[in-house]
């Protein structure tokens, strides 16, 4: 059977080139970064060199590169190691209802146990911010606005170089989780008025368990794991070199096609939207069509359930998904599309088409023509 894999945001597959990086490290070349003998200098030198790297695609210098165990990692140890820093003065986050589950769950666990104030800031039907709104949350005690780049559900693209200018003029610290932009999107520092970056490896064709936190310089976070002195005293436990190596190429490698690729997934969403919307009725696109990353469309099937058809095109070999990776298993509509204004019905009847960098017309084909059958049989029985 043929298999389709448009789930790209929820990962990727390893690029060969970043695997064939990875290699030795996990093999000859073993050593630990932190040992002074030959076999540590050759991992050293390996981590240095990945860390020039990722610092050079970021815009930004290579000290100010944490790597960590995940995107997740990177956004609780901004958001945590903020907070941190207040040194347990009571403090206030700002953030958004569209956030991945790192930032939400972390900005909850800090308020359940950390007295943080918390405000969700609202988002328009698109799911986007509104920075004025960003401008009025901001007071006296506000420690940092978390607002991700783009959406991992609907690939929504968020103002952040608005957002970041208030929160420059208003002294407070911006984080922003790039998880999902960098590799779709040019994403810079010395563009964007940030303070806090993460980024994470296998949703740009890189390793899992792999990301890194960009912090500028002079910005005061407490580390999140405490133990030996790695990665500049702000991380410790002993780096993940081939993970790392892999990520920094395929990284690489992503963010070199990101116009290219632009165009070609654009044009490839916009089929599938075409595609769907002219031989179903009653479907509805969720999120923005423009400012969003090209690779991501999100559709609701009104009448259906997500996971009925996310289970009825797995049965065709087409893998999508119904919104947050992380939210599988659960039944509960996603919060993203909630948060947008859709009624349960709608938000619990979407899915999710994430495209990469193999897919090809004849996929996106394949997908509009398996679907028409399998909402028309799930309405039925709805019916
Ligand atoms: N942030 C966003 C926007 C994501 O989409 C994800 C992964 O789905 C993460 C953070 C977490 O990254 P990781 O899977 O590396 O922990």
């Known amino acids: 059977m043929r298999r389709i894999y448009f789930d790209h945001n929820a990962t990727t597959?390893?690029?060969p080139e970043a695997l064939k990086a990875m290699l030795p490290f996990l093999g000859a070349t073993y050593g630990n970064p932190s040992s002074i003998h030959f076999l540590g200098r050759e991992a050293r030198a390996a981590l240095d060199d990945a860390r020039e790297r990722v610092a050079k695609l970021l815009g930004a210098k290579p000290g100010e590169i944490v790597f960590t165990g995940s995107g997740t990692e990177a956004d609780n140890h901004a958001i945590a190691g903020a907070v941190g820093a207040l040194k347990g003065e009571v403090g206030h986050i700002v953030?958004?209802?569209v956030e991945h589950h790192a930032v939400l769950h972390t900005c909850e666990h800090l308020r359940q146990h950390g007295g943080v104030d918390v405000t969700v800031l609202p988002v328009n039907g698109d799911g986007v911010v509104n920075p004025d709104d960003v401008r009025r949350a901001i007071r006296d005690d506000t420690a940092l606005v978390s607002v991700m780049w783009a959406n991992n559900e609907t690939g929504a693209l968020?103002?952040?170089?608005?957002?970041?200018a208030i929160c420059r003029e208003r002294g407070?610290?911006?984080?922003?989780?790039?998880?999902?932009a960098f590799g779709k999107v040019p994403v810079s520092v010395s563009d964007v008025p940030v303070d806090l970056l993460s980024i994470s490896g296998h949703k740009v064709y890189g390793p899992k368990g792999v990301g890194a936190l960009w912090i500028r310089p002079r910005v005061k976070i407490e580390s999140l794991l405490h133990g030996g002195s790695h990665e500049n005293d702000r991380r410790a436990g002993t780096e993940n070199v081939a993970g790392i190596v892999g990520f920094v190429?395929?990284?690489?490698?992503?963010?070199?096609r990101v116009e290219t690729e632009d165009v070609r997934l654009r044009a490839l969403t916009e089929r599938l939207w075409q595609g769907l919307s002219t031989r179903i009725e009653r479907v509805r696109r969720n999120g923005p069509a423009d400012r969003r990353v090209a690779n991501t469309l999100n559709v609701s099937f009104a009448g259906c359930k997500s996971d009925a058809l996310l289970m009825?095109?797995?049965?065709?070999g087409i893998a999508v998904s119904s919104g947050s990776a992380c939210a599988v298993g659960s039944l509960k509509p996603s919060g993203v599309l909630l948060a947008m204004g859709l009624g349960e019905e709608l938000a619990n009847a979407a899915v999710r088409f994430s495209l990469g960098a193999a897919t090809t017309e004849a996929d996106v084909d394949a997908v509009?023509?398996?679907?028409p059958a399998i909402v028309a049989r799930l309405r039925s029985f709805a019916a």
């Open 172 to 180: 407070v610290l911006f984080h922003t989780d790039a998880v999902q």
């Open 249 to 256: 190429r395929a990284a690489e490698i992503t963010t070199s």
């Open 13 to 15: 597959p390893v690029h």
């Open 312 to 316: 009825s095109l797995d049965l065709e």
């Open 158 to 164: 968020q103002p952040v170089r608005e957002i970041g």
């Open 95 to 97: 953030t958004s209802p």
């Open 368 to 371: 509009v023509e398996a679907m």
